[in-house]
């Protein structure tokens, strides 16, 4: 459902439109999600972006929340940490008659640190040290001698023979 004619950019540059594709951003929607909730195509959305920095701006922050909470919430499970579980019961309250909510019971729990977050943070943020494939450079030259370099065409042929009749049998 649109929230403004189809087309019209100029409500998405006012505080309020702004603010709603920040929210959206932030609520982790892409750019085509959002596209489909101003009413608009994808590539309409883009030009936008391109054209009116207020626009690209607002989307770029809201997202910028998003990432961090990514971030700071795969941290957390790369690393592991505690919480405290907490379990509550409906119980009649002695003195008045009424029931109520009570905590039963706190238990103090651990999440081990998760290998896999590890792993990704380290290659990602460390490619240089974690990275699965490594770029090597090799300086110099290869001296590679052909064994074969000084044998003529007819010895070429013979040695081919040979090692097809070994190989046939």
Known sequence: MSLTAKGKYEYWLTPEGL???EGWARDGLIDEQIAENMGIVPSTLYRWKNEHEEISEALKKGKEVVDRQVENALLKRALGYS???VTKEICENPETGNLEMKITKKVKKEVVPDT?????????????KWRDKRD???????????QYESMTEEELMELAKK??????S
Do not use: M
Not at 136 to 146: D, K, T
């Open 116 to 128: 896999t977050a590890q792993i990704f943070w380290l290659k990602n943020r460390r490619p240089d």
């Open 83 to 85: 919480y405290e579980e």
């Open 163 to 168: 090692y097809e009749k070994i190989n046939s």
């Open 19 to 21: 603010l709603l594709l």
């Open 136 to 146: 090597v450079e090799h300086s110099g030259g290869l001296n590679v001698q052909n």
